[in-house]
């Protein structure tokens, strides 16, 4: 079973830029693709992006196109997400997750593993 753990959350003001890391560990056979979802408060977890374990093919939700960029540090083995131009509806628990499913999956369902979030908090 795969481990996650994410860190790299704050406090920024609107317009700034946050990087997010997911690091893994234990038994990381058959995982295919590492996604990004937020919670924010009171709502429901959402889809953010995701790319493939060896870090290719991201693909994002509408609101992340063209702000957020997920990639993968192949020296580190860890996978990052690029926050920029954030805003305060930005505001929210970010997490990453491993699934084995091929294509392009964005829904929580799909994955099975899960770290334990990073709090992003953006003010006007």
């Known amino acids: 079973q795969v481990r996650l753990s994410e860190s790299g959350g704050g406090s920024v003001q609107a317009g700034g830029s946050l990087r997010l890391r997911c690091a893994a560990s234990?038994?990381?056979?058959?995982?295919?693709?590492v996604g990004w979802f937020r919670q924010p408060p009171g709502k429901d977890r959402e889809f953010v992006g995701a790319?493939?374990?060896?870090?290719?093919?991201?693909y994002y939700s509408p609101s992340a196109k063209g702000r957020f960029t997920a990639t993968k540090d192949d020296a580190e083995n860890a996978w990052y997400l690029y926050l920029n131009d954030l805003r305060p509806s930005d505001t929210a628990v970010y997490y990453c997750?491993?699934?084995?499913?091929?294509?392009?999956?964005?829904?929580?369902?799909?994955?099975?593993?899960w770290g334990q979030g990073t709090q992003v908090t953006v003010s006007s």
């Open positions: 790319i493939s374990w060896d870090g290719y093919s991201p």
């Open positions: 997750a491993a699934t084995p499913t091929l294509g392009t999956p964005a829904i929580p369902a799909y994955f099975s593993s």
């Open positions: 234990g038994n990381m056979y058959n995982e295919k693709k």
